[in-house]
């Protein structure tokens, strides 16, 4: 399955929750459900992965935390906030870039339409697309 094919189920089943739930809840509730919903579709999701990167012949063992990891493929940062920011569309784009990975969600359940809180996010280009 293509990083746009994983996304887009991802996404559908984002909109699900936030119809049922609202955006009232904490980011690890949202996480939690969305990581089960994505299970229940047959999918490979892997939740708060800890990664290091090895600087100047430096190894730090726990340099960033990856909310969700679907199919080894999309990256998704989850968010609860009243606005995304630009440092998390930065903090993004270096997840992919360390991973080496093409893409990333940020949904921002705060949102109170959620698809004005999704942000994709493609690892080599200047400028991220919005959804």
């Not at 049922?20 to 579709?41: D, R, T």
Request: proline share 2%.
């Amino acid at each position: 399955m293509k990083e746009n094919e994983i996304s887009y189920q991802v996404i559908g089943k984002a909109i699900e929750i936030h119809r049922k739930i609202g955006p009232g809840l904490l980011e690890s509730a949202y996480e939690k459900i969305l990581y089960h919903e994505l299970m229940k579709l047959g999918l490979k999701v892997q939740s708060q992965i800890v990664l290091p990167i090895q600087w100047d012949g430096v190894y730090i063992e726990k340099a960033y935390r990856i909310d969700l990891l679907v199919e080894d493929k999309l990256i998704i940062e989850l968010k609860s906030v009243d606005q995304i920011a630009k440092v998390h569309l930065s903090q993004l784009k270096t997840y992919l870039k360390l991973s080496n990975l093409k893409l990333g969600l940020i949904i921002n359940f705060r949102s109170e339409l959620l698809r004005d809180g999704i942000h994709r996010v493609v690892n080599n280009l200047e400028d991220e697309v919005d959804f």
